[in-house]
């Protein structure tokens, strides 16, 4: 059988930005048959997420992703439905999702490393940063925030200071760099940072995670603000009721989504997901 494939043909480098020519197209051969214990899928949805960038490095910098390798099948977390199975646990029609899923049109995957798919934890006041005004639109119209900032419109700081009066107590951190630096100063005594990502570092030579400018540093000490690293694969045991709590959510109204979907294997490598790599979260659809 041939298939579909999208492998890394080159590294941007870990000063440089990504490209299209990082990655190429290139069609392989499955196995006609599968054996006990595997099974044969059909890729519908895969995730392009911001850390992917790290693992276009040589050294990912963290000991828990390991880096893509040149001229080999790039992978991520995706979600198919199985065609042909010779595993007790799955049967043809199932939909199944894994984090180490191959960028390619079928595979073959071991049964063990699926799992079929299956204001409301208490914050008063929730704010969103972004970088359009039509996005804080969506925040505030759709999406149930209180306030958005557009951080590319006007000063940041005033403008958390107008939309937090009180101060931030907990900090979702996905981009690092300057707009951090001005929420942390911002926080409160006792609060938390959860650091999730530093997207707009990937393509510098630092460490992860980033360290903070001093004077940063010292009002995260001075007010005993805990920033710890979040790690989702630190958390595999919660995924199956995470998934089942986020569906009951989703159903009743509570949940909103919102994806950018981009049509086609072929489209994966190209620049519309290059660019897609400082967007926190999109899928490609194939």
């Not at 890394?8 to 490209?19: A, E, H, Q, T, Y």
């Amino acid at each position: 059988m041939i298939v579909q494939r999208v492998v890394l043909n080159s590294r941007p480098g870990k000063d440089g930005n990504p490209v299209a020519e990082n990655f190429r197209m290139e069609e392989v051969s499955l196995p006609d048959n599968i054996n006990e214990g595997q099974v044969q899928v059909r890729t519908l949805y895969l995730s392009v997420d911001p850390y992917m960038r790290c693992r276009m490095n040589e050294d990912t910098g963290a000991d828990y992703i390991t880096p893509w390798q040149l001229s080999q099948v790039v992978d991520g977390g995706g979600i198919g439905v199985i065609e042909e199975s010779k595993h007790t646990n799955f049967t043809e029609g199932d939909f199944v999702t894994s984090f180490y899923w191959p960028w390619q049109t079928k595979v073959i995957l071991d049964g063990n490393s699926l799992e079929k798919i299956g204001r409301l934890l208490g914050c008063s006041r929730v704010v969103g940063i972004c970088g359009t005004h039509e996005k804080c639109v969506l925040l505030t119209s759709e999406l149930g925030f209180d306030a958005a900032i557009n951080y590319k419109k006007g000063n940041v700081a005033e403008q958390l200071r107008e939309s937090c009066p009180a101060g931030v107590d907990v900090y979702f951190d996905n981009v690092g760099g300057d707009i951090s630096d001005t929420v942390i100063s911002q926080m409160n005594p006792n609060s938390h940072i959860i650091l999730c990502g530093q997207i707009s570092q990937y393509n510098r030579d630092v460490p992860y995670p980033p360290p903070l400018p001093p004077a940063v540093e010292a009002i995260q000490k001075e007010r005993n603000i805990t920033r710890e690293r979040f790690l989702v694969l630190n958390y595999k045991d919660k995924f199956e009721p995470g998934i089942l709590q986020l569906s009951q959510w989703f159903k009743e109204g509570k949940l909103k989504i919102k994806e950018t979907v981009i049509n086609g294997l072929g489209n994966i490598g190209g620049k519309k997901m290059v660019d897609l790599f400082i967007i926190y979260m999109c899928s490609a659809q194939i």
